[in-house]
């Protein structure tokens, strides 16, 4: 009798990116609104697979919006299936109680995709912006014009949320970071 091999989720996941592919989840962390975008790299070209805008509802329980953004994660990873969460790195504004709001989104998407395997990576704004545009303070409308020229973009998603989400994924596909932690 043969023994059967079986290889683990992750180790399924990792055979993709031996192959030349890697997809991503990389979200645009926030509280109203939520960019996510499903972008994938195959031989050398990045794509943009999904994009979309998670929007609560301001009438809604602070509870019931958390629970919102971590159900609509958990689907898309269900059936995006991405090997990496790319995610903004927090980063601390004059309002205490927005940033607090959006570091527990942040929480909500981290755990549902730690849950899921995936392998975790942040990028700071300026690492964003070095990635898509080559300068660390480019404006919003040289993210967006450089992440249309990227992947040929006809036209823009309708919300900044989504095109940062976007500009997050080609960071992450280009960065250096996860190839290196993925070797050792």
């Known amino acids: 009798m043969t ?30 609104r939520v960019g996510v975008a499903i972008m994938e790299r195959t031989a050398g070209k990045e794509k943009l697979l999904f994009s ?21 994660v958990k689907k898309i990873i269900g059936v995006w299936k991405p090997e990496f969460l ?20 942040r ?29 660390g303070k480019a404006g919003k409308r040289e993210v967006k014009d450089m992440v249309m020229r990227i992947l040929s973009m006809k036209a823009a998603p309708k919300h900044d949320d989504e095109i940062d989400a976007i500009a997050l994924g080609i960071a992450h596909l280009s960065s250096y970071k996860h190839k290196q932690r993925l070797s050792t």
């Open 3 to 32: 023994k059967s091999k079986t290889s683990s989720p992750m180790q399924n996941r990792l055979s993709g990116i031996s192959q030349g592919r890697e997809t991503v989840l990389a979200i645009d962390p926030g509280f109203d």
């Open 52 to 72: 979309e805008c998670i929007e609560t509802n301001r009438k809604e329980l602070h509870p019931k919006r958390i629970e919102q953004i971590g159900k609509v």
């Open 86 to 105: 790319a995610i903004e790195k927090m980063f601390f504004n004059q309002n205490i109680n927005n940033a607090l709001a959006i570091a527990e989104a």
């Open 107 to 135: 929480g909500v998407i981290v755990y549902e995709a730690s849950c899921a395997n995936l392998h975790i990576f942040e990028y700071s704004p300026q690492e964003v912006k070095i990635a898509t545009t080559g300068y």
